[in-house]
């Protein structure tokens, strides 16, 4: 039995719109066992994006229980989800996100810095997790001398640089061709299975869908009942 | 500081220039503090030498002055019965002009008893004989033994001793009587320009200057008493002033810009876990290495230039106080405006980092 990584239930989301406001979620429950990866597909302006910030604890829903590998984060302070994202949960963002002034390597290393471990360990830490996404000669290279689909490769070594046991990816293929967005979606899945991450995976390509566990579709604020891929 | 070190480094030019900009404010301020100290002691190096705690001018409503102060001696003789004050002594201040053969010279001369320790050598000062400071001596290149004259009065040198100098005019100490024939009336009787008085914490001045219609002050207060040097000092202090504010703000200014740059890197380190302490430690670290090497390379250069002009024609002075300060100053100054504009790090919002394009 896999125990569940990523929990959550009922979660209600709205916005200030205008004078009322926008319903974003609408009593979402999804729950994502360790190991497996859950892709959520919908159209642009469907909740995606907001179902992905809510996990990330990025967002505080109106109502409904996030539950991340076993911690509630209800009446959790700032700086205690700061330190929950820090330890527990990776992101790979849409676009790589990565800081210009850091190499390949330190861009992993600055997560072990933020969570104060030591240097030395920090940088054969980074050169090992890079090795595992095929990027171990490149390290000493700095963003704008990495092609994108090198680039969102080291965005996924750094989200699983400190061993999260939730893995959040937004899009990760929007800038790339689609072979190399077919070999990011293989990478991803060959390291939610090695780590035994619970990966959450937002994409509108349904095309590059092959290697996850489960695919649900959210519209209007609401998912459809999630599906086995092979029942799908 | 991870990130911050590999930002100086990733960004040089544009550290470096602001680095530079930096440099050259301290260098700007540090040789303006070492020439207003060097001014300063060119107005008022004789006041403040004076072995005397505090100095007693005449009271007449207008406020302190060398110029118009006027002590009789029934004055400066009840001050020195005056409890608690251990000595009071006659000191007269007048400009003069002075020469020696073909030579003249604009000097300050202070009129001292006898033997009363307020001038270098006192003891040696009697009628006709006056002691030099170097640069009067210098200027009218006469030594001990030589003659002038002074406001048409003969003396002679009795020695050449100190660099005093008063309102930027170079020090002869004469007796008090050869002072009187300067420039009094004879009419005027016994007269010195101030009391320079010694005394200790039984004194009481305020009451003392009631009965004897005088105003105390301190020796370092009595500097505002020469007219130059308040219009001098508070031109240069203002200049000063501008400019820590000045690179204050280019200061501020400039993280200001850096901050919204990297507002997205700030939002992507917050999404990933880095607490807003971290962050503002990172970008304050940043700025204070800018400054601490800004303003150290700023001194050095402002120290060498002091050092080549010092001991010339230049007023200069190169201390601690002119070099140090003023680089802590600029530090101080530099990190509040940085602490100002890198504070916005704690609105940025970690969910920009989502889906944001950079």
């Not at chain 1, 076993?70 to 790979?92: E, F, K, N, Y």
């Not at chain 2, 039984?202 to 105003?215: C, G, M, Y």
Request: glycine letters at 12%; aromatic letters at 4%; one cysteine or more.
């Amino acid at each position: 039995m896999t125990s569940t990584g990523l929990d959550l239930t009922g979660i209600t989301l709205t916005y200030p719109d205008g004078a009322g406001r926008l319903t974003a979620l609408d009593g979402v429950g999804l729950a994502v066992p360790a190991g497996t990866i859950t892709a959520v597909v919908g159209p642009s302006g469907s909740g995606k994006s907001s179902l992905l910030a809510v996990a990330a604890t990025l967002i505080t829903p109106d109502s409904g229980r996030v539950v991340i590998a076993g911690t509630d984060t209800h009446g959790l302070s700032r700086g205690d989800l700061t330190a929950l994202r820090r330890t527990t949960i990776g992101i790979v963002f849409q676009q790589p996100n990565l800081l210009p002034s850091l190499t390949a390597a330190e861009q992993l290393q600055v997560m072990a810095h933020l969570d104060g471990r030591s240097p030395a360990r920090a940088r054969a830490r980074a050169l090992e997790t890079l090795d595992a996404v095929g990027l171990a000669d490149q390290a000493h290279r700095r963003p704008h001398q990495l092609s994108g689909g090198q680039r969102q490769r080291v965005t996924i070594a750094r989200a699983l640089m400190n061993d999260p046991a939730v893995l959040l990816v937004d899009e990760p293929t929007s800038a790339l061709d689609h072979d190399r967005g077919a070999a990011v979606l293989d990478l991803i899945a060959t390291l939610t299975r090695q780590k035994a991450t619970a990966t959450v995976l937002v994409t509108h390509d349904r095309a590059l869908l092959t290697t996850v566990d489960t695919i649900t579709e959210v519209r209007d604020g609401r998912l459809t009942t999630p599906a086995r891929r092979s029942e799908g | 500081m991870f990130v911050a070190w590999r930002d100086l480094r990733f960004a040089k030019g544009r550290f470096a220039l602001m680095g530079t900009v930096i440099m050259m404010i301290t260098v700007l301020v540090g040789l303006l503090s070492g020439l207003t100290a060097g001014l300063g002691r060119e107005n008022t190096s004789a006041i403040t030498g004076l072995p005397a705690d505090h100095l007693a001018f005449s009271a007449d409503g207008r406020g302190i002055s060398f110029t118009d102060s006027r002590i009789d001696r029934g004055t400066w003789t009840k001050w020195a019965r005056v409890p608690g004050v251990t000595s009071a002594r006659p000191l007269g201040i007048a400009m003069t002009k002075a020469q020696a053969g073909s030579a003249t010279a604009a000097l300050s001369a202070f009129g001292v008893q006898r033997g009363s320790g307020l001038g270098p050598a006192s003891g040696d000062l009697g009628k006709g004989t006056v002691i030099m400071s170097t640069k009067a001596a210098d200027a009218l290149k006469v030594k001990a033994g030589d003659a002038l004259t002074l406001n048409g009065h003969k003396v002679t040198v009795a020695a050449v001793r100190g660099a005093a100098m008063y309102s930027h005019t170079p020090v002869v100490w004469t007796s008090l009587d050869d002072w009187q024939r300067l420039g009094a009336s004879p009419e005027d009787g016994e007269q010195a320009t101030v009391v320079a008085l010694s005394t200790t914490s039984a004194a009481d001045l305020p009451a003392a200057d009631r009965t004897l219609n005088t105003r105390t002050v301190s020796s370092g207060d009595a500097v505002r008493a020469i007219g130059s040097f308040t219009a001098e000092n508070g031109s240069l202090q203002l200049m000063r002033g501008f400019l820590f504010a000045i690179s204050a703000l280019v200061i501020g200014a400039f993280f200001t810009v850096w901050t919204i740059q990297r507002s997205g890197d700030v939002a992507v380190l917050k999404a990933l876990g880095a607490s807003t302490g971290y962050l503002l430690r990172d970008a304050l670290g940043q700025a204070l290495i800018l400054l601490v090497l800004g303003t150290g390379t700023g001194a050095l250069i402002a120290a060498c230039l002091g050092a080549a002009v010092s001991g010339g024609a230049i007023p200069f002075v190169l201390d601690a106080g002119t070099v140090l300060v003023p680089m802590a100053v600029m530090i101080a100054l530099g990190a509040l405006g940085a602490a100002l504009s890198v504070r916005r790090i704690t609105s940025v919002d970690p969910l920009t980092a989502l889906g944001s394009a950079r």
